[in-house]
Nanobody
Framework: QVQLVESGGGLVQAGGSLRLSCAASGRTFSSVTMGWFRQAPGTERLFVAA????????YYADSVKGRFTISRDNAKNTVYLQMNSLKPEDTAVYYC????????????????WGQGTQVTVSS
């Protein structure tokens, strides 16, 4: 059974940092693109970042460029999201996703999702 499990969320003050992890099990995802999305209450799930299978290419939403960094460790079947200079508007549930069928920025293209981890940034 394929599982993606996120961890590392929590409560942090504005300007602080968090590092999210997404551990995959049930199969290897070392040859596919992985992504992070986030969803605030009452809103749609939005693209945050994605990383190619090798880690050589990364993609970011404009709202997080320069503050967030996505990376992966294929030996550990794990993807990370380092979040710095956090803002209250970054508050959301963050989801890990794997293997998009097409454009990595579109949530509907992904079949594999984690359960999400809450990130709350206080002002």
């Amino acid at each position: 059974q394929v599982q993606l499990v996120e961890s590392g969320g929590g409560l942090v003050q504005a300007g602080g940092s968090l590092r999210l992890s997404c551990a995959a099990s049930g199969r290897t995802f070392s040859s596919v693109t992985m992504g992070w999305f986030r969803q605030a209450p009452g809103t749609e799930r939005l693209f945050v970042a994605a990383v190619s299978w090798s880690g050589g290419r990364t993609y970011y939403a404009d709202s997080v460029k320069g503050r967030f960094t996505i990376s992966r460790d294929n030996a550990k079947n794990t993807v990370y999201l380092q979040m710095n200079s956090l803002k209250p508007e970054d508050t959301a549930v963050y989801y890990c996703a794997a293997e998009p069928r097409s454009a990595a920025v579109i949530a509907a293209n992904y079949d594999y999702w984690g359960q999400g981890t809450q990130v709350t940034v206080s002002s």
